[in-house]
């Protein structure tokens, strides 16, 4: 605009120019203007300059407006972008605020389940103890009434209480997502076809029933004893919401769930999934009871009719399973329960047919149990079908029964958790000195046995409480998928061990046992000295250091008393190599460095005395 108007003004001025000079020129041609040329030139060139003036100052005036205008309507875009802006900024504020208050809500939530997860699985541990005794006394006492005896049907009833109380302490580790779970690849298709014909004898005449199983195969990796749960626990839900009567639809379907972006911010493809609902129309929730209807023992429902543990346990299961449940609901409009699994490309396997019953066999196995009720039903159990048992309360005790019993080990019977050492490395120890098979029992679940090293979800695990037949099948399924221990060898000599330290020489002597050698122990010089004196020995084992007599004194005197006994030296004290060196100037026929492995011990040994033959 500034452009035309100065345009403009330059083609005004130069036309008026123009005009002025040939103004000019007329009135000095002019013979009757009675005015001199000088005066007409003077009058002309101050108008023009007036107009010039008047012309600039519309130029400016016009220019000024304008440029005010510009200003005005800048300022005005500038606030309306501004308050755009603040309105953008203040609702990105509320919705981050929203997603804070709901994040912080998850966690409140998920803190709470954690506490109460914790709290659940150290009741159901130290409840399965006692559930293990009254279950399996129980069924010890049946086994020795008869059908008529009055007391059967006391006893009856003591077996199923305590099986119903099984069955909560399972719920509340599921609750806790503890529970040891056994997935297989299973067709949920299948499963909701198969329930679907035992639901109406459930859910009563006055509520039909619609089963939809999908199009596609809906294969997951899940229990199928713990998805038959959930699906009962939601069917039994709906039921109770539709006290009038109504439909309840369980359906299947194969979806894709979309996958977080990689980190890079890549887009990830969708991952496959099979969508399982439950939907019933009943009297719904709104949505204080939407929010916390998985919270363990909330219920909706009448005092005596519900524990509000059934939707706490399919969240705990679901969880478990790698999946996610959501509900949705509308007070008056119904309830849908969703929960999304991921899909297995694995085939379903065959349904496995009926076990037999457990055979019992004449083996030798090593029971290691804290809780004394516990281990007695164990021995009990296992002698009924023909085991020979050995009882330890604890590791040092087993260590002392392994070590005293002649004869083969064939099982460690081991619950995880002891006072001391446990399981795991119990385990380590009797299997380093006998080749035996192992079984581990738990009342804690998954979670907090597995991470004990040595152990995975292969390692064979019994969990509590359990009855004589579980415990009959698990012990002979170990056995006959172990090999078997080799018998003892020949004897290949006697060995005189001398060490101060009654750990260090009871391993060594086991060690030496299971090699096919006869072991006798002393704790100092003084006792091998008068050992040696009544029992001859093939070869001496002898510690550097020890009390009352130590290892270089001992080993001059045996020197000197029994030449053509070799004595071999061991030691793990700073500076052993050095007694190491004196005993070999003093005849030491060979050394050993503390620690020391087995096949090391018994290459030593044997060579010690094939050169001594």
Same mark, same amino acid.
């Given at each position: ?25 007329? @009135?000095?041609? *002019? ?42 309507? #800048? ?15 203040? +609702? ?12 912080? $809500? ?26 293990? #005794?009254?279950?399996?006394?129980? $069924? ?5 009434? *008869? ?14 209480? *305590? ?23 299973? !067709?949920?298709?299948? &499963? ?14 006055? /509520? ?9 195969? %809906? ?8 998805? $038959? ?8 839900? #709906?039921?109770? %919401? ?16 979309? %996958? ?16 399982? *609902? &439950? ?14 209807? @998985? ?6 429902? +009448? ?41 297995? #490309? ?42 020979? &048992? ?96 080799? +018998? ?6 006697? /060995?005189?061990?001398?060490? !101060?330290?009654?750990?260090?020489? !009871? ?40 009390? !009352? ?12 008393? @029994? ?51």
């Amino acid at each position: 605009m500034a452009l035309i108007i100065g345009g403009i003004y330059v083609l005004v001025g130069g036309l008026w120019i123009r005009f002025s000079d040939w103004l000019l020129e007329l @009135f000095v041609a *002019s013979p009757a203007g009675g005015r001199t040329a000088v005066q007409e030139l003077t009058r002309l060139q101050t108008l023009k300059g007036w107009v010039f003036i008047a012309l600039t100052g519309v130029m400016l005036y016009v220019l000024i407006r304008r440029s005010v205008a510009a200003v005005r309507m #800048a300022d005005r875009r500038a606030e309306a972008a501004r308050t755009a802006s603040e309105e953008h900024v203040a +609702e990105q504020e509320r919705r981050l605020a929203a997603e804070r208050a709901g994040l912080e $809500e998850q966690l409140r939530q998920a803190q709470k389940m954690e506490a109460l997860g914790r709290l659940a699985g150290g009741v159901a541990h130290d409840f399965n103890n006692v559930l293990t #005794a009254i279950s399996g006394y129980s $069924e010890l006492a049946l086994a020795r009434v *008869s059908s008529h005896d009055a007391l059967r049907h006391d006893l009856e009833c003591i077996r199923r209480s *305590s099986d119903r109380a099984s069955s909560l302490t399972r719920q509340l580790l599921t609750l806790s997502r503890k529970q040891m779970l056994q997935p297989r690849p299973m !067709d949920l298709n299948a &499963v909701v076809i198969d329930l679907g014909r035992m639901l109406p004898r459930l859910l009563g005449e006055d /509520i039909e029933l619609v089963v939809l199983p999908g199009a596609h195969p %809906a294969v997951v990796r899940a229990d199928p004893g713990q998805v $038959e749960q959930v699906l009962l626990n939601l069917c039994i839900n #709906a039921r109770d %919401a539709m006290p009038r009567g109504g439909k309840l639809t369980i359906e299947t379907a194969n979806v894709q769930r979309p %996958a977080p972006r990689g980190e890079d911010g890549a887009p990830v493809p969708a991952v496959p999934c099979v969508m399982l *609902s &439950v939907g019933d129309t009943g009297i719904g929730m709104d949505a204080a009871t939407r929010a916390r209807v @998985f919270e363990p023992f909330f219920t909706t429902k +009448e005092a005596g009719k519900g524990t509000g543990l059934g939707l706490s346990t399919v969240y705990g299961i679901v969880q478990q399973s790698g999946g996610t449940i959501s509900c949705e609901s509308t007070p008056g409009c119904g309830t849908w329960f969703r929960i999304v699994l991921p899909l297995s #490309a694995a085939a379903t396997p065959p349904e496995a047919d009926a076990l037999p019953a457990p055979e019992g066999g004449s083996e030798t196995i090593l029971v290691v149990e804290d809780d004394a009720t516990v281990r007695e039903l164990a021995r009990r159990f296992l002698e009924g079908y023909g085991y020979r &048992v050995l009882a330890a309360r604890d590791a040092s005790q087993a260590l002392e029964l392994c070590g005293r019993h002649e004869g083969r080990l064939d099982m460690l019977l081991t619950d995880v958790v002891l006072p001391g050492v446990n399981g795991p490395e119990l385990a380590r120890r009797i299997t380093a000195l006998r080749p035996a098979a192992v079984l581990y029992m738990s009342g804690h679940s998954d979670v907090e046995v597995v991470p004990h090293e040595g152990l995975n979800g292969n390692t064979p695990l019994l969990i509590k409480p359990f009855s004589a037949l579980d415990l009959a099948r698990k012990v002979r399924q170990v056995l006959d998928g172990s090999p078997r221990p080799a +018998e003892a060898p020949d004897r290949q000599g006697t /060995i005189l061990v001398v060490d !101060d330290d009654p750990e260090v020489g !009871d391993a060594v002597r086991e060690l030496l046992k299971a090699a096919g050698f006869d072991v006798l122990q002393a704790r100092n010089g003084n006792q091998a000295i008068e050992i040696l004196g009544t029992r001859p020995c093939d070869a001496v084992l002898c510690d550097m250091l020890m009390p !009352d007599k130590e290892g270089i004194e001992t080993c001059t005197e045996l020197r000197r008393r @029994f030449p053509a006994l070799p004595v071999i030296a061991m030691s793990g004290a700073a500076g052993g190599d050095n007694y190491m060196r004196i005993a070999e100037r003093l005849g030491a026929a060979a050394s050993l460095t503390k620690p020391f492995g087995g096949g090391e011990l018994v290459a030593a040994v044997s060579s010690v005395l094939q050169r001594a033959s």
